[in-house]
């Protein structure tokens, strides 16, 4: 069945680093677009980072800019998000997602979210 | 602040219907930009509810439909159950911030 498991998560303290993977499965991963999303406890959704089917764009939300990086290994069918520099505020649950994205001519559709992990927590703290 | 607007809350009787809106701007839903809802149980990731402002995945029941206008999009229910009881998300492309925009969320209780 169509899946994505992610991994890596836990307990760090600020300044360090941690890189968190979702392994894909039941579809083929090299033609998704992939998110990162996060939520922080008892807030809403918050997205983190996307990177195009073939690796090619990244766009990351300001809050992460600069200290986060989103890469995929599409032979191994795997997301990654390494996380640098971490902050208190960077404590959440942190979710991918598979987007299919369609093109006509010069205009992208971005469809919806529509396959979500199960989410891995990081906890940011001394 | 989230670029999309949501109400934090709304709450109905079961069997009433309930609406949940979602305000962005001409950078976003505005610009033509599909919108799309997600429903979040506790505990659990989201699930898409609608996608590309008006269309059901299979499985999702046809008491859920959304609409979009000008700058704004709505997710109505009908026939409120129970099971509803759950936290809403619309969603988005932002192509001035270019990046995907979520609504603060919006906690459905069902009285």
């Known amino acids: 069945q169509v899946q994505l498991v992610g991994s890596g998560g836990g307990v760090v303290q600020p300044g360090r680093s941690l890189r968190l993977s979702c392994a894909a499965s039941g579809f083929t991963f090299s033609s998704y677009a992939m998110h990162w999303v996060r939520q922080a406890p008892g807030k809403g959704l918050e997205w983190v980072a996307l990177i195009w089917s073939d690796g090619g764009n990244k766009y990351y939300a300001d809050s992460v800019k600069g200290r986060f990086s989103i890469s995929r290994d599409n032979s191994k069918k795997t997301l990654y998000l390494q996380m640098n520099s971490l902050r208190a505020e960077d404590t959440a649950v942190y979710y991918c997602a598979r987007m299919d994205v369609g093109v006509t001519g010069t205009i992208y559709y971005y469809n919806a979210l529509d396959v979500w992990g199960q989410g891995t927590t990081v906890t940011v703290s001394s | ?111």
């Open chain 2, 1 to 111: 602040q989230s670029v999309l607007t949501q109400p934090p809350s709304v709450s109905g009787a079961p069997g009433q219907k309930v609406t949940i809106s979602c305000t962005g701007s001409s950078s976003n839903i505005g610009a033509g930009y599909d919108v799309h809802w997600y429903q979040q149980l506790p505990g659990t990731a989201p699930k898409v509810l609608i996608y590309a402002n008006n269309n059901r995945p299979l499985g999702v029941p046809d008491r859920f439909s959304g609409s979009k206008s000008g700058t704004s999009a709505s997710l109505a229910i009908t026939g409120l159950q129970a099971e509803d009881e759950a936290d809403y998300y619309c969603q988005s492309y932002d192509s001035s911030l270019s990046g995907w925009v979520f609504g603060g969320g919006t906690k459905l209780t069902v009285l």
